[in-house]
C-alpha cells in the first residue's frame, strides 16, 4: 500500500470473519490456552451456556460491574442497591448525569447499559439487600458485592453460605466481593482512594467473608467524655456538635446528613466551639466528611476493582482460565506509592461463626458486666456486632427484641458475666448484621471470677 | 511568645460551590491544586489495534475533570468494536471511532473539551503534530505502526512530553511509562502514621520547658492531671530521669523495651481502670519515638543526585540544596510541626501543638534564608518552601529512563535468576515473560506462539526453552490481538491512576513499567 502514514489506527485489526461483536470474547472462549483445565470445552453449546448464567451485582461498584459484565457476555444480570444518585457521585458513576440526581441508582444505571449494549437484559433492584429473601438468592449462579458497608457484606456472606445445602450442588453460589473503603492488612494502610481489594469465596469450601474479618478493623470512636470536655482536633468539635450539641439543641426535627442547612448548622458550632478551644482545622468540608463518614473516591480506582471482580466471575462461568478461589482468593491492590498487590490464600477458619463447625474461643473478662461485654462485641474485631442478642446453653443471657423478652432479660444487663455463665461455657449470638446465623463462641476467662461483695 | 496560631484563616461561612460537590470526593485526595493541573491539561490518545484500553483510560480521566482530551484513530467501527467497547454503540457502526469514542466520552462530564482526529479523511498524523497543541501528556496504545510510532516518540521528546504506551491482549496487559527526564516529587502523601516526627532525644529548649512544667512534681499530682499528661512530656520525663541514672540515652533495643518498663512502671494502678490511658499511649509510643531520626534512602537519593545545570535552577532543586545545607547544619531534616492526637487537657495540647509548630516555622525560615542567598532562589514561592520543608522526609526521585537502559537480555537473567529461589523466599515469579510476548507484537495485529518465541529469542537467549516463557507466548497468541473488555477496564483504571499522579505531581508513579497477569490477578512493576 502506497498510503501516507496516517494516525496510529493504521494497525488494522485481524480479518474477522464473520464480523460478530464477540470475536474477541470467542478468541479465548474458543480456543484452549496453556493454563486451561482438561474439561474447558470450546463448543457452541459450552461458549452459550453462558447466555443462561443469571448474576446479580449489588452496591456502589455497580455501574462498573454493569458495563463490564455486559461487555464480558452475562446476558441476564440483575443490580441491586437502594441508593439515589447525589451530585457527588457524578464524579466516577459514569452512567448518571446530572440530570439523573435523585432517582435510583439501580433503575438508571440497568436502563443506560441494557440500551448501549445489545442483547442484555438488566433486572433493576431499588431496594435494600436485606430485603430480599433466600429464593430471590437462590436464582442466580454467580453473586458479585460491590457494597460500601461491613454490615451489608456480612450479611450477604452469611445469606449465600446458609443457602449452601450439600444435597443440592445448585445452591453454592460463588461470592465475589470488592471494595474500596476498607482494606487493610494489620494497620498496613490507613489512606484510601488509591487502594482496594477483591476476593472469593465459594461457600463453605474457602474462607469466607467472616473468617477474614478481622483483617477489617472497626473504627475507634473517640471517647465521650473526650468530645464532652477536652477536645483537642478540630474532628473532636464537630463530634461534639453532631452528637452533643445537636441532641441538646434539636434545630431541626431530624438531621439529614444531605441537608446543607444541617451540616452548616454543625460547622458553625464546631467552629465556635473549635475557637473556645483554640483548636484550628475545622472547614464545611472537614464536617461534611466527618459527619457522613466520608470516604475519598475516584472513578479509576473502582475500575480496578470492579473489573477484578468481573474477572474472575468470567473465570469462573467460562473456565477460560483458572479463577481466584481454592488457591489464593484474596487480592489487595495499592496504587499510593508506585503500584503494588497482594494476592493471597487467606485460610478458611474452621471456628468461623458463619462458614466454621467449631465454637470459636472467645476471652472474656468475668468481671465485666452482661453490658460492657455486649459493648465490646461491638469494637473487637473479631466480631464488630452492634445489636447483639444472646442466649447461653440453657438459658438466654440478653435478647435485644421482642420488647418482652428484652424487659424480661434486661436486668442481667448489670450482672458480672462470671455471675451468668462458667468458664468454658458456650454461648449463642445473633445479631441483624448475620441474618438468620448463629456465632458460636466459647468463652475463656482470662481473669479470676471476683464474686460482687 | 508571639507565634500565635496564625495558620488559621478566618473561616467563610458558605457551602462549597456546584464544582466542589461534585468532585468531593476526589478533592479529598488530591486537593484544588490537584484539581487545578488536571484542568490545566490536554492528553493525547493514539488509538489502534482493538481500541479500548486507551479509552477506559480516558473515561476514568474525563470523570475527575481532565481540561481536554484528543483521540488520534483512524479506524471505522466495526461490530467486533461494539462487543468490546463501551463508548460506541449501533449507530457508530461504519463511522470513524474517534469520533464516536469522543463524542459518547464527552457526555461524561460536560466540564472536559473533546477532539478528535483526523477531521478528514487522509489527514496524516505530522498534521496533527504540526498544530501547535500543547499536548501535556500523551498515550498510544499498542500495537502499532512503527511509523507512527517514531513520530510521537519525535514529538515527546523534542516537547518533554511523558508519553505512556499501553498493550491489553486476553488477560494480559502491560503499560509503560516514558517521563522526560527525572521527576521529583515533593507531595508523596506517606502513610499517616509514618509522619510522626517529635525529636524526643533532641528536643529544643521551649519543649524541654514544657515538659518539666507538666511533670512538675509527678508523684504529687491530681489523678485528672497525672492521667492527663500529654505522653510526648511523659517520655521526655522519663528520658531526663534515665540519662541521669545511665549517663546516656536508650540507644539499644534492650535499653529501649528496658525504658519501656521504667515508663509503664509510672502508671497509677490504684483507679478503677486499673491504669491511665496517656501512660499506655506512652509504652506504645516508646519504639517508635525514641530512635534518632536517619535519612530515607529515598531522600538520600534525592540529595546525592547532581542535576544538570537546567534542572539546577528550577525550584525544586534550589529548595533541595538549601534543605541539604540544613541537614548538614543540623544533622536532622526541617521540623514537619504536626503532633499526633494524645490524651490531654485542651489548653496542654494546643500548648504543645504551637510548640512544635513555632519551631517549624523556625526551620522554614532558615531553609528560606538559604534560599534567598541562592542564585536562582529569589523568586521561589514561599508556600513552596513551607511545604517541601514540611515533607522533606517523604520527597522523591523518579530518575526517568536511561540513556543506556540495561539490555533485556540482563533484566531477564536477573528475573529468572530469582524465580528459581522464589519459592523458598515465598516471592511471586516474575511477570517479565508476559512482556516479553506482548513486546514482540508490538507492530502486529497477531502471531502465532512460535513467531512471538522466535521474536523474543532475538533478545533472550533460550526463549523457546523456558517454560514459563512458552505459556505466556502461547496465551499471547491464543487472545489473536483481541482486547477483554474486562482486563482493559482493569489495565485503563491502573494507568489513569498513575496519569493522575503524574498530572498533579502527587502520589507517586511507577518506575517505569508495570506488567498485570489477570489469570492469577497480579502485577508487577518493572524497570524497563
New interface residues.
Partial sequence: MSQ???????????A?EP???????D??RR?????TSEEFDTSDEAVSTMDRLKVLGAGGLGC?LL??LA??GFKDIHVIDMDTID??N???Q?LF??SDVGKSKAEVAARFVE????GVSITPHNCKIQDKDEDFYMQFNIVICGLDSIEARRWMNSTLINLADPENPESYKPLIDGGTEDCQIA?L???L??KGQ?RVVFPTITSCLECQLDMHAPRQAVPLCTLAT????PEHCIEWAHIIAWEQEQPFPKLDNDD?EH??WL??KA?ARAEE?????????LT??VVKN???????????I???C???A??IATQ???S?GFE?NY?M?S???????Y?FKHEKKDDCPVCGQLARDLEVDPNFTLQEFIESLAERAEAQLKKPSIRAESHTLYMQSPVSLEEMTRPNLKKKIGELVGNGDEIAITDPSLGTVNFKYKLKFFKEYRAAV | MTAVITDQAPPILKGPSDKEKKYDRQLRLWAASGQQALEDAHILLLNSGAGTVGVETLKNLVLPGIGKFTIADNATVKHADLGVNFFLDEDCLGKPRSECCVKLLQELNPDVKGDWFPREKGESLESLFGHGHNFTLIMYSLPIEAESLALVQKYAEKNQVPLLSIHSAGFYSYFRIHLPGTFPIVDTHPESTATTDLRLLTPWPELSKFAADVTADIENQSAHEHGHIPYVALLLHYLGKWKDIHGSLPSTYKEKTAFRDTVSAGARRDNPEGGEENFDEATAAVLKTISAPSLASSVKEVFDYKPSEVEASSSFWVITDAIKQFYGKHNALPLPGSVPDMKAQSTIYVQLQNIYKAKARRDISEVLEIVRAHPSGKDVEVAEIETFSKNAAFIKLIRGIDSTPPSIQTIASQEFENDKTAELTMMPLSLLPIYLSLNATSHLPSASSSDILATVGKDVLGASDNQRLVEAAEEVARAKGGELHNISALTGGMVAQEVIKIITKQYIPIDNTCVFDGIISRAQVLRI
Fill in positions: 501516507p502514514v496516517m494516525v496510529a489506527g493504521t494497525i488494522p485489526v485481524p474477522l464480523d460478530s461483536r464477540w470475536t474477541y470474547l478468541n479465548v480456543n484452549t490456552g496453556p493454563y462498573e458495563k463490564d461487555l464480558s451530585v457527588s457524578l464524579n466516577r459514569f448525569r446530572h440500551k448501549r449494549v445489545k494497620g494502610s490507613t489512606q482512594g488509591f477483591s477536652i477536645p483537642r482536633q446543607p451540616i452548616t460547622y458553625k467552629l478551644f483554640k483548636i484550628s482545622g475545622v472547614t464545611y468540608s461534611q466528611g466520608i470516604i475519598p473516591a475516584i472513578a479509576s480506582t473502582n475500575a480496578i470492579a473489573a477484578s468481573c474477572n474472575e468470567f473465570k477460560t482460565n483458572p481466584l489464593e487480592m491492590y496504587g499510593n506509592d508506585s503500584i503494588y498487590t494476592t
